[in-house]
């Protein structure tokens, strides 16, 4: 009765506007949605849904943990947990100051959370120095626009996950998750430039979305180069990742440009063997990995 | 003598019966583009199942000129389709406005029939595909949606609903199942409602297709334009219509009026509505978006993947962004945006409900929910 009363007092006091905390607060967040702008700071908990409403923006400010509870009310052994912007978001932190996004359990693992998810939003989304834990997807982004650099996607079931959006991801280490980067649509404009991607299962998974059923691709897959020009892989490194570094999935049948990237090797036979494309399966298109860096890349990853 | 006269008597009283209070007449022309289809047929059926299996028809005798038929009905709903013969090329039609109430009245009802299409079906990717033609030429625009049989009367977005792009080419990865596969255009993008004068409505004979485990399927759908005969006339065609054309197109089906929304169909028991309205961030009305609304019964969150589901009602907001929507009861998670049957677009205004943290809403049988607001801003800058 006492939690709830503070969640209840919370989740209202939440709601008004321009409300910072100071920084000795602990906020418990159940199911609600913000509807002003909103400034967090300090140790903030998610137990549940929170709605960044669409006209409302959240501001994070650096050094302020994000913890999300895990709740399973749809029994698929993924957490509840997530925080859902429709307005906009901006959590900028700083190399000594990072947000850190991660579960509130004591024993964490990955899938605790659901995500940060960034649906249909009207604003330049910005995150920066975020750190992010234990969730299913860390960051995902759909129809909407973000920058995201200096960033690291750490024991996530994915790094992060994006569809049909603008998306600039760059200087972010991404690692020890089971996908470091899923990129489902396969449309942009997308730039993945500068980031670590290293020790995930996969690295970088390009994937039509076989789930999406209202349109959500071309229609017919015919392997024209529709999207050329509005996805740029470039100077990463993208190495030692278990299974493979990029994996082309099911249907995604265009060839992709992936060169100037550091893939731990610079014999082009040793990295096509970290590659799943048409070389392993004839319906795939292929990953054009030329030309090929022929050194890591000495600025890839958190500056 | 007496007996017969009797017996005489009671049959034309027993016809007339049948004639006034049963069977309407409807009569009409079957054209293929280029003229009256000679010899064609018309048949009706009771459900789209005996339309399946060809059970229960009924079938149409020959009109007084080439082309024209006559076919008398009990009152009620049927699927007519059409078909006729041509130098060992077979032509089929399936009215687009199917079901269609046939009430005690005479009613004029043309078809325009197409060459028919094969299915092939082989092993491959799991799904349909194919391509949308009219006159032999891919659709640029409009929509294909692939529907279960028991999305009956094949109405709203279905299971899947793609664009055409400009090679009018389609693709549904589907599940084992039987679906039946329709394509329109319409002349005005944005809407919705029964097709208009002009409209393309695209079907195939094929329909409904089994989708097999491991089995691609292709076949075209061809397309013909609701009551217009001369856009779909060849140019070197003589118009049939001659002098009794105004007559005839006061009878045709240019007025029928059938809601188009996803569960098609009446409500059984008492309705709910939901009303309210659309604005923008700055809380002006946004009129001529659409409002849909998705059951969100079976599932205690909200998913993305829960708008590719089909909308149970959809409307459109008035001049002042009003709307109002007629369903079942239960939830709803409901959106307004720009477009129905596409993934949101860039520059597109989009909306969920913000009511709950779900973006659901409940409602009950015989309920009115009104005031309810949803706030839409232009997407991806």
């Given at each position: 009765m006492i939690l709830r009363t503070v969640l209840l007092i919370a989740s209202l006091l939440f709601c008004l506007p321009g409300l910072a905390l100071a920084d000795s607060a602990e906020l418990v967040l159940a199911d609600v949605v913000l509807h002003e702008d909103t400034v967090w700071r300090g140790t903030i908990t998610v137990d549940g849904v929170v709605v960044v409403g669409r006209g409302a923006v959240l501001t994070i400010e650096p050094g302020t943990t994000v913890r999300f509870r895990y709740r399973d009310r749809n029994h698929d052994?993924?957490?509840?947990?997530e925080l859902r912007v429709l307005g906009g978001i901006r959590a900028q932190g700083t190399a000594e100051r990072p947000i850190v996004f991660t579960s509130a359990e004591p024993n964490p693992s990955p899938k605790d959370w659901s995500y940060l998810l960034i649906f249909t939003s009207g604003k330049k989304n910005q995150l920066e120095y975020c750190q992010f834990s234990y969730a299913f997807s860390g960051l995902q982004v759909h129809f909407s626009t973000a920058e995201v650099h200096d960033c690291l996607f750490r024991e996530?079931?994915?790094g992060l996950r994006f569809g049909r959006a603008k998306m600039s991801l760059h200087h972010c280490l991404i690692t020890q998750?089971?996908?470091g980067v899923r990129f489902t649509r396969m449309e942009g404009p997308v730039e993945i430039q500068h980031n670590e991607i290293n020790n995930n299962q996969t690295g970088v998974f390009l994937v039509p979305s076989g789930q999406n059923i209202v349109d959500f691709f071309e229609p017919?897959?015919?392997?024209?180069?529709?999207?050329?020009?509005?996805l740029d892989i470039s100077a990463n490194n993208i190495r030692s990742n278990r299974e493979y570094n990029l994996k082309l999935g099911a249907k995604q049948r265009w060839d992709l440009q992936v060169g100037r990237n550091w893939w731990g090797t610079s014999t082009a036979t040793a990295v096509a063997g970290t590659i799943f494309d048409q070389q392993r399966d004839a319906e795939l298109g292929r990953a054009l990995i030329e030309p090929l860096a022929l050194k890591s890349i000495p600025d890839a990853g958190i500056r | 003598m007496k007996a017969f006269l009797h017996q005489s008597f009671c049959f034309l009283v027993g016809l007339m019966f049948v004639t006034t209070a049963g069977a309407a007449t409807i009569e009409g022309i079957v054209l293929t583009d280029s003229g009256p289809a000679e010899g064609a047929k018309v048949v009706a059926y009771r459900t789209f199942a005996d339309l399946t299996a060809k059970a229960n028809a009924v079938v149409s005798v020959e009109g007084g000129k080439p082309g024209q038929y006559r076919i008398d009905l009990d009152p009620g709903k049927y699927y007519l389709t059409a078909s006729s013969q041509r130098q060992g090329q077979s032509f089929f039609a399936y009215h687009g406005l199917n079901p269609i109430t046939i009430a005690d009245a005479y009613q004029w009802i043309p078809f325009f029939v197409l060459p028919e299409t094969k299915l092939n079906c082989e092993v491959g990717y799991q799904g349909i595909g194919g391509r949308v033609l009219y006159k032999e030429t891919p659709l640029r625009h409009g929509s294909v949606t692939a529907y279960r049989l028991d999305d009956e009367p094949f109405r709203g977005m279905g299971v899947l609903t793609n664009s055409l792009p400009a090679e009018g080419t389609f693709w549904f990865d589907l599940t084992p199942g039987r679906y039946v596969v329709i394509a329109r255009q319409r002349q005005e993008p944005d809407a919705i409602g029964p097709l208009k004068k002009g409209d393309l409505f695209c079907y195939t004979p094929t329909n409904p297709i089994e989708v097999n485990p491991a089995h691609a399927c292709q076949v075209d759908l061809r397309c013909y334009p609701r009551d217009d005969l001369d856009h779909f006339l060849s140019q070197d065609v003589l118009d049939p219509r001659g002098k009794r054309l105004a007559a005839r197109k006061d009878s045709s089906l240019e007025k029928a009026s059938i809601q188009e929304t996803g569960r098609g169909g009446a409500i059984d028991g008492p309705i709910a509505i939901i009303a309210g309205r659309v604005i923008n961030l700055d809380g002006q009305p946004m009129p001529g978006l659409v409002v849909s609304a998705y059951p969100a019964d079976a599932l205690p969150l909200f998913q993305m993947y829960v708008l590719r589901f089909k909308a149970d009602s959809i409307a459109k907001t008035d001049d002042k962004g009003f709307y109002r929507l007629e369903m079942r009861p239960g939830s709803y998670y409901l959106v307004a945006r720009e477009?129905?049957?596409d993934a949101p677009n860039e520059g597109e205004h989009y909306g969920l409900y913000e009511g709950s943290a779900n973006h659901s809403l409940s409602v009950q049988g015989g309920e009115t929910k009104t005031g309810v607001q949803i706030v839409v801003e232009s997407i991806m800058p």
């Open positions: 052994a993924i957490g509840d947990s996530n079931q994915e998750n089971t996908i017919g897959r015919t392997g024209k180069p529709w999207n050329e020009g509005h | 477009k129905v049957g």
